[in-house]
């Protein structure tokens, strides 16, 4: 497949059924051309021919109108976090087919063998939705960390403890199929921008707190890699100058604040984070107002060096009372550039829970269906 199947694919999945007339006009390429895309696309099932809506309400003819066919095609997601991984199987709109979940202790990580987990959990969700392993499209894996820029690597997850970890090569050789790699929370925002409620958004910044505070930045379409690594790292900004040691090695990180466990024992819990958990903090004023202080002035940082159009909340910060919403409008305003005062909007996530899965599927998607690179 070539780049103009891709770019077709991509009209589709963005903007739904046209007519002939309509995407060649859109994608700019001739009626041969078209033609001979559409022919190749109908016939490995990636379309369909139906109706399409003209103007005036005026029903094309079948044979002049196209439409993606999202159930023609699968992909595997898989989202690792710190001592949790969750995977699905989704059609070609990253909508979930199937999806599971397992825990692994974060003391002993071997990559091997969360691989090997996660190989037998793809396996079994094929099955279960009837797709021979060997039929899917190709896997996408979101990790706590940054990647190489050949999105095949986890260069370092400080909560999982790795480096340097060749998590596509692992995967390939475990089930001969193409798979990407990429910072979870980065592919987080990619769904959002694709399939979510990030659609048509200049610039997206998806927030992420469960174990640690990470972050994802989309401009006009496409992830923002910084270095090539794809990490934002929101969750260091240092807030205080003397404060808690971060795992990073730093002092006063918005981390040391706003994450699980500190979370946790300002809540006065043990044991596993409940959902409510920002909910249960929000009960001690004090410890509250800290938090809510501290994730203003990094967001207010980001803001102003990112310009983020909208800012999505995932994880904890997407489970919040609606008061951590009302006092981030107050108070982010006055502490940003003008310019950017009408323009922010911040909304909770659109995928829940599943959010990092649908996450790595939206990478393979793009990487392995989308760009026409394999088909």
């Known amino acids: 497949m070539g780049v103009h199947h891709g770019h077709i694919l991509r009209i589709l999945r963005d903007e739904g059924p046209q007519s002939r007339a309509d995407l060649s006009r859109r994608s700019k390429l001739s009626a041969t051309t078209l033609t001979h895309v559409t022919a190749a696309l109908l016939r490995d099932g ?5 109706e399409v809506n003209g103007p005036n309400g005026v029903v094309g003819r079948p044979a002049q109108a196209v439409k993606l066919a999202p159930e023609a095609r699968s992909v595997a997601g898989v989202h690792i976090g710190a001592g949790n991984v969750q995977v699905a199987i989704t059609d070609l709109l990253a909508r979930p087919k199937a999806t599971a979940a397992f825990a692994f202790d974060t003391e002993a990580a071997d990559p091997d063998e969360i691989v090997g987990q996660v190989s037998r959990t793809i396996t ?14 190709g896997v996408g894996i979101g990790v706590p960390g940054p990647v190489d820029p050949a999105r095949r690597t986890a260069l370092a997850s400080i909560n999982v403890g790795w480096r340097n970890v060749p998590l596509a090569d692992k995967l390939e050789d475990a089930l001969r199929l193409p798979t990407t790699v990429e910072h979870n929370v980065s592919a987080m ?3 959002e921008s694709r399939y979510g409620i990030g659609k048509n958004v200049p610039a997206l910044l998806y927030i992420y707190l469960r174990t640690g505070l990470g972050a994802g930045l989309m401009v006009d379409g496409a992830p ?4 090539g690594h794809g990490a934002v790292e929101l969750g260091h900004i240092q807030i205080v100058a003397e404060g808690k040691r971060c795992a990073c090695g730093n002092v006063g990180c918005l981390e040391t604040f706003v ?8 809540a006065g819990l043990k044991g596993a984070a409940p959902d409510n958990l920002l909910a249960r903090v929000e009960k001690n004023s004090p410890a509250w107002d800290v938090v809510v202080r501290h994730l203003t002035t990094a967001l207010a940082s980001a803001v102003n060096i990112l310009s983020p159009d909208l800012i999505v909340f995932g994880g904890h910060l ?5 008061s951590l919403f009302e006092r981030l409008e107050r108070d982010l305003p006055p502490r ?8 922010l909007n911040l909304k909770r996530a659109t995928f829940g829970a599943q959010s990092g899965a649908i996450g790595g599927a939206a990478v393979a998607l793009d990487q392995f269906f989308y760009s026409g690179a394999l088909h």
């Open 46 to 50: 990636s379309i369909l021919e139906g």
């Open 224 to 227: 923002f890699r910084p270095g």
């Open 318 to 322: 997407g489970e919040a009372p609606q």
């Open 124 to 137: 079994e969700l094929a099955a279960e939705v009837q797709v021979e392993t060997s039929r899917l499209l």
């Open 336 to 343: 940003i550039m003008p310019h950017m005062r009408d323009i």
């Open 259 to 266: 994450c699980e466990r500190a979370l946790m024992d300002a």
């Open 189 to 191: 925002a990619l769904a």
